[in-house]
């Protein structure tokens, strides 16, 4: 098992680059979301008549 996450001698390399793109991944499904949050509340505060 600790050859498996060795990878070799590049396993901060490999496990690095899994932890980056898994953060990229969770922020390319999360900030879309929050996008549409924040355009249904402001659609919500136009619809009616207040500015807060």
């Given amino acids: ?3 498996f996450f060795a990878m070799g ?3 901060a390399y490999v496990w690095t680059s ?12 999360w ?8 355009a ?3 659609a919500a505060r136009r619809a009616r008549g207040t500015r807060t």
Avoid: T
Avoid at 18 to 29: G, T
């Fill in 18 to 29: 899994y932890l980056v793109a898994s953060i990229v991944v969770a922020w390319n499904v």
């Fill in 31 to 38: 900030a879309p979301l929050q996008a549409r949050r924040a």
């Fill in 1 to 3: 098992m600790n050859e």
């Fill in 40 to 42: 249904l509340r402001a």
């Fill in 9 to 11: 001698g590049y396993g």
